[in-house]
């Protein structure tokens, strides 16, 4: 910023900061205002009423509002309340009837919502748009609602928009309204399947919605500005802006516009490509400047997946970048700008900018949120600067969340100016300070590999190409890997793609029980050297396998892609928690190194591991690479030898990994991969007397015959052999009557049928408090009816095939079975013959005791049951002789601890799916008949695979001890 400029900021600043002290209305006059006052300089109260404030529409029961309010606000100290508030908490713990202070709650919330919300319907916000159209203050229309979770939805919000720009056009033509109005369009709202990792499909399905929309705002002389969403969003929304704004007919209109949030640390770059993109294009657009919404999510949800955190770290960062914005914004000739602000400095900044290049005061235009720009009206209206107010419109309840993100951004500056009547003007106006250095705290320790987050087109690219070259090397013929030995027999396993059975991904040669018997020797051969490495010489060759996945991340992940029937998104998890198993149990293998030695004067005592022996790992298809090298690595990284045999429908991807281990210089025999029959091979390996433990992962079925065999003792077996099994659940979900549906819908659909359900730890049972049963049954239906069904290659699809004939076969008996005691809520179309698809299928109406809701299917079958109350719920929910996942969607404190308290699950996930369970951050395992042994990628993992020895030496002599000698001359 020149000197000149900041001069001029400074000089605007004061003076308008002038006439807002001189007004006898800048502070907070009203019961809402004194509140928010309140709420906007106490963190606490703030997050307490917010998190109230957006539970109220789903409360329809009086009892459960006065609940949810008393739990919210009562460990709040009365001091700290304001008045209203702390006389409702002693009217609701003095037994007050709920029929009275219940509609005393809703209607001071619907006070506030309108406060904020312009109107509850089209002749609602008509009549605000004529009235602040009277005082000479434009106005763009927002629609609220929930957000959309079905194709029904979205076509619902496209006709809603129609329906709204006819109505308004109407209204126009009888010249009640200007003609000068403003639709801002959250697009979003327009396809419930819109993806980064399908962002050209995403971006056709909604030019196809959006079209029509633009069409008809432009006959009707209105404008659309494209709203700026969530980060992953980003690249769609500006990819569809231009792909629109380049058609015909809408390339010679100036009525398009879009957003760039400053604090974003691309918005420069954004900024600076719009701006050559428009110079290209030739006809002008306006673009809305603002700062963002979404901060607290976007550095969360980027802290939690390790990915870099989008936005700017700090609010000075993003006042300067918002201000070099609004220098390239009025330095453009193309561009209308909108300063979208509530910021005296910004505002003041923008004039100042108009009177430098010579901007009229109809060449741009400020615009602010409806309820939070009453003192600064006046002071742009006055001096007939553009002043259009963001009207947001619909349901006041159900506007409550638009609300909370509202008060949530602005309350982290000086946004409100009438309800902050303190702030010092010095402070305000000063110009923002960029930090000079990166302040990113350095990050020490294990950290969980970051997935992909498919928001770059090179990242898509380069996937979508390392699936084009995998299928180039489908076919091949993979050989045992036992050095020295030929199979003796001819046997192999034929991979197929569950996509496509006619296509062979590879054949992979099936060993017998005389290879069995050489792996057992090589195997053997191998453990005296390896056991006698120390942990942190074994958690090098951890290190290495890691780095070297990591580096074929893609590609391993495009086999799994072809093989496993995996999504993209899917697949590269997979992948990603393999490395995260590699480093972890490199990290807490480190830690046992040495062992402990507790010792006294005169005693000296050291505990330490060592290994079991010989062990087997058996994993499942569906993992094909995160569980067998999370068996495996524990297993050999604490000294042990092993032979896996891996799951005969994705051999090949096992085959690859196994090479990668020979690649980088593991031992020959420390891992010996024996593909091949598990009745055959697999019991004699488990039989055998040279081996002392199993590690397996699948059914009840398979995981307790393991068991039975395991504890017989066989001739020459001195050891009494060690299981560590894992073998799936019937997982339940909780729907409370507070949950927030918008996520409850998602949660449930991404937990019952990501990878088609085939998940130990899927949701295969929702369980729905009465209340709001059949609400979420209405939207979770319409939700799985939009979920796309094809080819996991294709990164669209969001339904892909079950792994093989014979699991497609048996899920369609189940589903019949189930017909009789449930009813068929909804079946997904799906042609008999077409590979191994099985559309997701919906049962309500379902008996607790019956099979549908006792037995695991391990397929996209979801069993809906109603709950008379909370309680009941997490009672049908403990009904199974599973233990393994759970989850509750609740918003009530009480039942939120009563869950953790009372949900027999070993992972209990609230408020988010159950699935995708993350190493070290989310160890893995049930109980009851879903498995036994210490939790995967938790601390204590590895000690299943470790003997503990102690040994204590007195070491006192004649009355000396070691300690007490000391050398002499």
Known sequence: ??????????????????????????????????????????????????????????????????????????????????????????????????????????????????????????????????????????????????????????????????????????????????????????????????????????????????????????AAGFSVTLDMEQYDYKAIILQLFKQLAMEEPFRQWDGLGIVIQAYLCDA??????????????????????????????????????????????NKDDTDACYERCLVRLFE?????????????????????????????????????????????????????LTLRLYLPFGELLQGIAYLVRRLLENSSDQSILPLMPSLDIAQILQPPQPRDVDETP??????????????????????????????????????????????????????????????????????????????LRLTLSATRDWRELSFNQRADYLDRIAGALADQRDWFAAWEVKEAGKGWAEADADVAEAIDFLQYYAHRARKLDGGYSPSLPGEENHLNYQPL??????????????????????????????????ASQTPVVAWHFCQLLQEIGLPEGVVTC?????AEIGEALVRDPRTHFVAFTGSKEVGLHLHKLMSEITDGQRHIKRLIAEMGGKNAIIIDADADLDDAVTGVIDSAFGYQGQKCSACSRVICVDSIHDRFVSRLTEATRSLCMGDPKEPGSRIGPVISEEAKQRIMQHIEEAKITAKPHFIGGWEPNQAHYIAPVIFTDVEEESALSQEEIFGPVLAVMRAKDFTD?????????????????????????????????????????????????????????????????????????????????????RGFAPSNLTTGD
């Open 873 to 957: 719920a997490l009672r049908i929910a403990n009904s199974t002789a599973y233990a393994l996942t759970g989850g509750l969607y609740s918003r009530l404190p009480s039942h939120l601890e009563q869950a953790k308290r009372e949900f027999a699950v070993g992972n209990l996930y609230i408020n988010r799916k159950i699935t995708r369970a993350m190493v070290y951050r989310q160890p893995f395992g049930g109980f009851r008949l879903s498995g036994m042994g210490f939790k995967a990628g938790g601390p204590d993992y590895l000690l299943q695979f470790l003997q503990a020895r102690n040994v204590t030496e007195n070491t006192l002599r």
């Open 613 to 646: 022996g010989i062990g087997v790992i058996l994993p499942p298809w569906n993992f094909p690479l995160a569980i067998p090298v999370g068996m495996l690595s524990a297993a050999i990284v604490c000294g042990n030898c092993v032979i896996l045999k891996p």
């Open 268 to 313: 420069d770059s954004d900024l600076a490509d719009l701006i050559g993109w428009v110079e290209m294009r030739g006809t002008p657009i306006m673009v809305r400047l603002v700062r963002g919404a979404y901060w607290d999510m976007e550095t969360v949800i980027a802290q939690q997946q390790g990915w870099p955190i989008p936005v700017w770290t």
């Open 1 to 218: 910023m020149n000197r000149e400029l900041e001069e001029s900021i400074q000089t605007i600043g004061h003076q308008l900061w002038a006439e807002m002290q001189s007004r006898s209305d800048t502070g907070p006059r009203g019961w809402i205002d004194r509140l928010l006052a309140q709420l906007l300089t106490d963190d606490h109260l703030r997050l307490q009423g917010l998190r109230f404030v957006d539970t109220v529409p789903l409360l329809t029961d009086d009892t459960q509002l006065v609940n949810h309010f008393r739990e919210y606000f009562s460990a709040i100290d009365d001091h700290r309340l304001p008045p209203l508030l702390a006389w409702g908490i002693r009217r609701s713990t003095k037994l007050a009837l709920p029929a009275v202070m219940a509609p005393v709650i809703r209607t001071a919330v619907r006070q506030v919502a309108h406060r904020f919300i312009a109107g509850e319907d089209a002749d609602g916000i008509l009549g605000s748009v004529v009235k602040l159209q009277g005082r000479g203050v434009r106005t763009s229309l927002d629609m609220l609602g929930e957000a959309t979770v079905s194709e029904a939805e979205a076509q619902g919000y496209q006709q809603a928009y129609l329906d709204l720009i006819a109505r308004v056009s109407e209204s126009g033509k009888s010249a009640v309204l200007e003609s000068d109005l403003n639709l801002s369009v959250k697009v979003s709202s327009l396809y419930s399947q819109i993806s980064a990792v399908d962002t050209e499909g995403s971006i056709r399905q909604l030019a196809e919605r959006l079209r029509p929309i633009c069409n008809a705002a432009m």
């Open 442 to 519: 350095v990050v020490t320790g294990f950290v969980n590999q970051p997935l992909h987050r498919f928001t770059q087109h090179e990242e898509r690219e380069k996937f979508a190409a390392t699936i084009a070259s995998v299928e180039k090397e489908l076919g091949k013929t993979y050989p045992l890997m036992l050095s020295g030995h030929i199979a003796l027999q001819e046997q192999a396993i034929d991979s197929t793609n569950p996509a496509d059975p006619t296509q062979l991904i590879g054949r992979v040669v099936s060993g017998g029980a005389d290879d069995a018997e050489m792996a």
């Open 332 to 384: 453009s000739a193309l561009i209308r700008p909108a300063v979208a602000t509530h910021n005296l400095r910004s505002i003041a900044c923008a004039m100042a900018l108009s009177q430098s290049t010579g901007r009229g005061p109809d060449d741009y235009e400020f615009q602010m949120l409806y309820g939070m720009s009453d003192a600064l009206e006046p002071l742009l209206t006055e001096r007939d």
């Open 674 to 678: 024996l593909p091949g029959s598990g």
